[in-house]
């Protein structure tokens, strides 16, 4: 009994493959999506004594012994030999044998991914060798790799090294736009939202703090609306008695309506929002019932520049779709490198607002502009490059 791999972009086609090559006594052992198609696993042959046992399954022995008939695959009586239609049903349902097989595809598949990627990326550098330089150069700052190879895609491999890394770095600043300060030149109602522990409500408290100084501390009001980390709600009226500003705090965002209507003659309202995981469907629950408040709120995303592209990225795409002003970045200070933040800044397409990098209130805040972030990159950058590991460029390469 021969076993064989088969793929193909879609089933039909799979399917013609496997009945062409091995006709209609094929038995397919597994079918799954992968990249790019179909994957099918096929046997074929007489069926072999050893093979079948190994993939007789558990539960047809178990079922046989049992009074429970079973209708799919009935383990055969006393010696009689197993018939062919018997040997293709236990094969279908041995699960736990197939997955294993499935397992040491899926490793051979990904060696063999990883030498063709080193012989690519050799290749690459010997055919692009200025590209090559300056996908290293974008990788020690950490920028994630699909941002890094678009940066460069766009560069002539003709032009001088120091004239191309300028294009690299001005595509980057244009990638990242940034809002001018518009918590303080506008006002309204302003909410903060992002995963857990981000600096969320250290950045509402430095957002009023400053509204207050410019414009005074009764023009400004904080809501939390934190009611799910203990003591929440009494961090931020701690914070508005030791400064004079007003806090409100709600049980539950439906209750915000109410409190607003409160707050009516405050030219900016900030609101605090609890930390979510960014699978929690409440997150996107809560984004979603803000945005039909009355009157419209400017909903920005918080993202610590200290947590790592991955976890970044699954935030951003939570918040994909949903109607946000634009994005924070927090933590810089504890940040050892910025490319992971920009990295996650451009895929969320969202401009910047503020960038924060100490935990004083209200001194620790900064306007975001491109050339700041892309000057702190570099700052970093230089500071503790990143070590860029040969596998880690090889894998950037086939992304
Ligand atoms: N180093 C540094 N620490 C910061 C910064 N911003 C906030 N923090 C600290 O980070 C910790 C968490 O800040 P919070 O503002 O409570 O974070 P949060 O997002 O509101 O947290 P949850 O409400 O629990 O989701 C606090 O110790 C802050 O002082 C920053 O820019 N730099
Ligand atoms: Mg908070």
Not at 112 to 119: A, H, R, V, Y
Not at 124 to 153: D, E, M
Request: glycine residues 8%; negative net charge; hydrophobic residues 45%.
């Amino acid at each position: 009994m021969k076993v064989k791999r088969y793929f193909a972009a879609n089933m039909r086609s799979a399917l013609e493959q496997v009945r062409q090559e091995q006709g209609p006594d094929v038995v397919i052992l597994s079918n799954r999506k992968v990249d790019g198609g179909i994957e099918l696993l096929t046997a074929i042959g007489e069926p072999d004594a050893e093979l079948l046992e190994k993939f007789t399954p558990r539960i047809v022995r178990e079922r046989a012994a049992s009074p429970a008939p079973l209708q799919m695959a009935e383990a055969p009586a006393g010696d009689a030999p197993v018939a062919p239609a018997a040997a293709t049903e236990a094969l279908w349902t041995r699960q736990e044998t197939v997955m294993q097989m499935q397992r040491e595809i899926g490793a051979i598949k990904s060696l063999l991914e990883q030498q063709l990627s080193g012989f690519a990326w050799h290749e690459f550098n010997h055919r692009s060798p200025l590209q090559a330089r300056l996908l290293r150069v974008l990788t020690q700052l950490g920028i994630a790799p699909q941002l890094a190879r678009s940066l460069v895609g766009a560069v002539d491999d003709r032009r001088e090294f120091t004239a191309a890394w300028r294009q690299v770095f001005a595509a980057l600043q244009a990638r990242l736009p940034c809002l001018d300060d518009p918590v303080l030149n506008h006002g309204g109602l302003v909410a903060l939202c992002g995963a857990t522990g981000v600096g969320k409500t250290t950045l509402v408290s430095k957002l009023a703090g400053r509204y207050a100084l410019a414009h005074g501390n009764d023009r400004v009001a904080l809501v939390s609306t934190d009611d799910q980390r203990l003591g929440a709600h009494q961090q931020l009226r701690t914070f508005g008695r030791l400064v004079g500003i007003t806090v409100l705090s709600v049980q539950g965002i439906d209750e915000l309506p109410d409190t607003l209507a409160e707050l009516q003659d405050r030219d900016l309202i900030l609101l605090d929002l609890p930390g979510f995981a960014p699978a929690d469907p409440a997150f996107r629950r809560t984004l979603a019932t803000l945005a039909r408040l009355p009157g419209g709120v400017q909903t920005y995303l918080t993202l610590s520049a200290g947590a790592d592209f991955h976890a970044m990225e699954r935030v951003v795409a939570a918040v994909d779709g949903l109607p946000l002003a634009g994005c924070c970045l927090t933590k810089l200070d504890e940040a050892a490198t910025l490319g992971p933040a920009l990295s996650a800044v451009v895929a969320s397409r969202l401009p910047v607002a503020y960038v924060t990098a100490g935990q004083q209130v209200p001194d620790d805040i900064s306007v975001a502009t491109p050339e700041h972030l892309c000057a702190d990159l570099l700052k970093m950058g230089k500071a503790s490059p990143l070590p860029v590991e040969s596998t880690v460029l090889e894998q950037a390469f086939v992304l």
